[in-house]
């Protein structure tokens, strides 16, 4: 099973939350992501929460891509 230190990429108000209250976040919960950052976010993509970027498609293409280039 795959383990996170939540300390290490959440702002220490979000910490202490549950993995589906984080999901359900504003993408600002993470560490170093600003609610301007945020706001950016959600008119460039319509990303509003964590979930929304988790999903994002572009967000999965670029890590193939660079998946594609550790492996050669």
Same mark, same amino acid.
Do not use: C, H, N
């Given at each position: 099973?795959?383990?996170?230190?939540?300390?290490?990429?959440?702002?220490?108000?979000?910490?202490?939350?549950?993995?589906?209250? +984080?999901?359900? $976040?504003?993408?600002? &919960? *993470? =560490?170093? %992501?600003?609610?301007? /950052?945020?706001?950016?976010?959600?008119? #460039?993509?319509?990303? +509003?929460?964590? $979930?929304?970027?988790? &999903? *994002? =498609?572009? %967000?999965?293409?670029? /890590?193939?891509?660079?998946?594609?280039? #550790?492996?050669?």
């Amino acid at each position: 099973m795959a383990s996170i230190d939540l300390d290490k990429v959440l702002d220490k108000a979000w910490a202490d939350k549950s993995v589906p209250e +984080v999901l359900a $976040a504003p993408v600002s &919960a *993470l =560490k170093g %992501v600003s609610d301007r /950052q945020g706001a950016l976010l959600k008119e #460039a993509f319509g990303v +509003v929460t964590v $979930a929304d970027l988790a &999903a *994002l =498609k572009y %967000v999965g293409w670029a /890590q193939a891509l660079a998946a594609l280039d #550790a492996a050669k």
